[in-house]
């Protein structure tokens, strides 16, 4: 599960030129979320019998350079629907790929962009797989829990 | 999406937040009149539940409330004081409880759509916004001896 | 004094088991005699403890409420479970009918509205 999800975003990240110095991973009593602008996307297979959330975590500096790539030469607030679109975006892509790669048929909802102060999260009360990536002085961290 | 249809699905989320509120709480939740939110931005501070779904029709619910009503709905389960972890576990099973009843009843009323939800979510803080995108949404407000609730739906344009 | 019916609770919300267990402990006929958190935990506690009934959940990690049902029924064909859930569309009754499961619950439930689908799982 971790090896799918850190290629998937390293697939999506490696499209825009990005290529995160550092990178950890581990597994999560459940699935939860603390940083203050995040993306969540719901997955779901046909039958309703497997589902599962992806959480993106962002802090304001990787965002920045995320928006540079993707719509260079414009400068966009990252607090603004075009900067939480752009990121939701990139949060479909790595959803996608992921779900490829893990051979898993089924649906997604659309994605939810959050931000807010002094926020805390319950995505899903089951364990989850957790990479966070480190560059340009913050993090983005990448969750998915599957029951 | 069809007028008509989208009243019915958001319908569905209105009785089920109800049904679920009374009976864990044995009272009553009065819904306002469906409006049309003027924009798909949500912003709000207290509680958050977010229900995402997909099938024939894909979106998402927020609820939203204040610590003080969550905490009554808490106290209702569990006879004792909530702690703020407590709070997004009750806010998450509230939630799945809603959404499992909406789901039900919108797949009986539109046969072979097929809708599926994906795990509730629960947030607690201060100035929260909610984006979402190409969707529809709309707010109902639900009234109570122990504060308000606010309902938006958004749905994606288009069956699929 | 009749015994009371002996309950294995099977939900991964520990406020679904409270309530449940709440519920049962203002009767006089029914209790709690173990709880289990997901479904393997249920297999397992279900032949250590033997119980009259089990409550169980549907969606819930390690493994799903049908899938330790499926387990359960076929070592213990006359096990007596009670399905419960927050869905209740007519392709989760297919398939807890298939395995074969008679009786369900949509959470969340009134203490009346338990006791009377206990007692309904009790009279098969």
């Given at each position: 599960m971790i090896e799918a999800l850190s290629e998937a975003v390293n697939d999506i990240l490696g499209t825009f030129g990005i290529s995160p110095k550092y990178s950890n991973a581990m597994k999560l009593e459940s699935h939860i979320i603390e940083k203050s602008l995040c993306v969540v996307i719901g997955v779901v297979d046909r039958n309703g019998d497997k589902k599962g959330v992806l959480s993106f975590e962002f802090d304001k500096p990787v965002v920045l350079d995320l928006l540079a790539a993707m719509v260079p030469g414009i400068d966009v607030d990252v607090e603004s629907e075009m900067g939480i679109s752009a990121i939701s975006e990139i949060a479909n892509m790595v959803t996608g790929k992921l779900l490829t790669k893990l051979g898993f048929v089924g649906m997604t909802t659309p994605p939810t962009g959050i931000i807010g102060q002094n926020m805390k999260g319950l995505l899903n009360t089951t364990y989850a797989y957790k990479i966070t990536y480190r560059w340009q002085n913050g993090s983005m961290a990448v969750t998915f829990s599957l029951t | 999406m069809d007028k008509q249809v989208a009243e019915q699905i958001i319908r569905s989320f209105v009785g089920a937040t109800m049904n679920v509120y009374r009976s864990l709480t044995n009272t009553e939740l009065v819904p306002g009149g469906i409006e049309k939110a003027p924009s798909l931005l949500f912003k709000t501070s207290g509680v958050v539940i977010l229900l995402s779904f997909s099938g024939a029709f894909a979106g998402r619910t927020i609820l939203a409330t204040?610590?003080?009503?969550?905490?009554?709905?808490?106290?209702?389960?569990?006879?004792?004081?909530?702690?703020?972890?407590?709070?997004?576990?009750?806010?998450?099973?509230?939630g799945n409880m809603v959404i499992g009843h909406a789901v039900t009843d919108i797949n009986n009323r539109f046969r072979g759509s097929n809708v599926r939800p994906t795990p509730p979510s629960s947030y607690i803080g201060e100035n929260l916004t909610f984006f979402n995108f190409k969707m529809s949404a709309y707010n109902v407000v639900f009234k109570s001896r122990h504060g308000d609730l606010k309902l938006n739906v958004a749905l994606e344009e288009g069956a699929k | 004094m009749m015994t009371k019916k002996r309950i294995l609770l099977v939900d991964d919300s520990p406020l679904v088991r409270n309530l449940i267990r709440k519920f049962l402990s203002k009767t006089d006929d029914f209790e709690v005699v173990g709880e289990a958190s997901n479904g393997e935990e249920a297999v397992k506690l279900f032949f250590q403890l033997k119980p009259d009934i089990v409550i169980m959940d549907v969606t819930m990690p390690v493994k799903n409420g049908l899938e330790a049902a499926q387990e359960i029924l076929c070592q213990e064909p006359g096990a007596k479970i009670l399905l419960a859930s927050a869905m209740g569309d007519d392709d989760l009754l297919d398939q807890a009918l298939a395995i074969g499961i008679k009786h369900s619950i949509q959470k969340p439930f009134k203490q009346a509205q338990l006791i009377d689908a206990l007692n309904k799982v009790l009279e098969e």
């Open positions: - | 204040s610590e003080k009503m969550m905490e009554f709905i808490h106290e209702c389960i569990m006879d004792e004081k909530p702690t703020q972890d407590d709070l997004l576990v009750t806010a998450n099973e509230f | -």
